[in-house]
């Protein structure tokens, strides 16, 4: 049972799997009930030692969240529709159906392909550097585009190709979204990405001053992707303010 348990590890740890529940929480909140809501905390506290993957019972469910079975079911039922997860069925040694596991499921369109590979190793960026990207330079970033922004994926928001258009290549919008994307991977924040679009609006506009300025001596993608890591590094440590249960933080030892 184990062994099956690890081939339907559906993240690759415990990070990736929080940024998906909270993903789908942050869309769907709203509309859930109070007692789907509790169902889907417990699933997702159960399913951390092997990340996406829950083998906890209906019955255990039912115990730990104080909620009827039908409550339980429907609400499994629910997040099933939605695409949140899916039951598969455990086979006993002696070939008769077990239990279902229940298996939280990675976003079927990734909304942002940078993700795929948030689990590799990065380095730590402590100046205003990243990896290397393609050097933009703005005085001919007006010129004519090759092909439209209408051409670029659709989870890069609108808001951000709209402010970026004017200053950069197709080419390199796509490569600043992706500056976002590695920033914000690197913080443990509250929401999806596209919350903090003005807070993303704000650090481009501010690197555009510079670039204008001549302070900017690397590649403006660099710094753009620097400014954006201490952008979330603020907006994190605003919401553990923010938060009442972090009340006694530990800022010294903060990661």
């Given at each position: 049972?184990?062994?099956?348990?690890?081939?339907?590890?559906?993240?690759?740890?415990?990070?990736?799997?929080?940024?998906?529940v909270?993903?789908?929480?942050?869309h769907h909140?709203?509309?859930?009930?109070?007692?789907?809501?509790?169902?889907?905390?417990?699933?997702?506290?159960?399913?951390?030692?092997?990340?996406?993957?829950?083998?906890?019972k209906?019955?255990?469910?039912?115990?730990?969240?104080?909620?009827?079975?039908?409550t339980?079911?429907?609400?499994?039922?629910?997040f099933?529709?939605?695409?949140?997860?899916?039951?598969?069925?455990?086979?006993?040694?002696?070939?008769?159906?077990?239990?279902?596991?229940?298996?939280?499921?990675?976003?079927?369109?990734?909304?942002?392909?940078?993700?795929?590979d948030?689990?590799?190793?990065?380095?730590?960026?402590?100046?205003m550097?990243?990896?290397?990207?393609?050097?933009?330079?703005?005085?001919?970033?007006?010129?004519?585009?090759?092909?439209?922004?209408?051409?670029?994926?659709?989870?890069?928001?609108?808001?951000?190709?709209?402010?970026?258009?004017?200053y950069?290549?197709?080419?390199?919008i796509?490569?600043?979204w992706?500056?976002?994307?590695?920033?914000?991977?690197?913080?443990?924040?509250?929401?999806?990405v596209?919350?903090?679009?003005?807070?993303?609006?704000?650090?481009?506009?501010?690197?555009?001053?510079?670039?204008?300025?001549?302070?900017?001596?690397?590649?403006?993608?660099?710094?753009?992707?620097?400014?954006m890591?201490?952008?979330?590094?603020?907006?994190?440590?605003?919401?553990?303010?923010?938060?009442?249960?972090n009340?006694?933080?530990d800022?010294?030892?903060?990661?």
């Open positions: 049972m184990l062994q099956e348990i690890r081939q339907l590890q559906s993240f690759p740890n415990k990070n990736s799997l929080d940024l998906r909270r993903a789908f929480l942050y909140k709203a509309t859930l009930s109070s007692g789907a809501l509790h169902v889907l905390k417990f699933i997702w506290r159960h399913s951390v030692k092997f990340p996406g993957v829950s083998f906890a209906i019955e255990t469910i039912m115990e730990k969240t104080s909620r009827s079975r039908s339980v079911i429907r609400a499994i039922n629910l099933v529709a939605k695409g949140l997860m899916k039951r598969v069925p455990a086979v006993r040694p002696n070939g008769k159906r077990g239990v279902n596991f229940l298996v939280i499921l990675p976003q079927e369109t990734d909304p942002c392909p940078w993700e795929k948030a689990e590799s190793d990065q380095p730590e960026v402590n100046t550097e990243q990896a290397p990207v393609q050097k933009t330079d703005i005085k001919k970033a007006a010129s004519k585009q090759v092909m439209d922004t209408d051409y670029l994926p659709a989870f890069i928001p609108k808001a951000f190709i709209e402010l970026t258009k004017p950069l290549q197709i080419t390199d796509y490569a600043a992706g500056s976002v994307a590695r920033a914000y991977r690197q913080m443990k924040l509250n929401y999806p596209d919350h903090y679009i003005d807070v993303i609006n704000k650090t481009f506009k501010q690197a555009i001053f510079l670039q204008k300025q001549g302070a900017i001596k690397k590649t403006f993608l660099g710094y753009f992707y620097g400014g890591k201490n952008s979330f590094t603020q907006v994190g440590r605003k919401e553990i303010m923010d938060d009442p249960s009340l006694y933080y800022w010294l030892h903060e990661s």
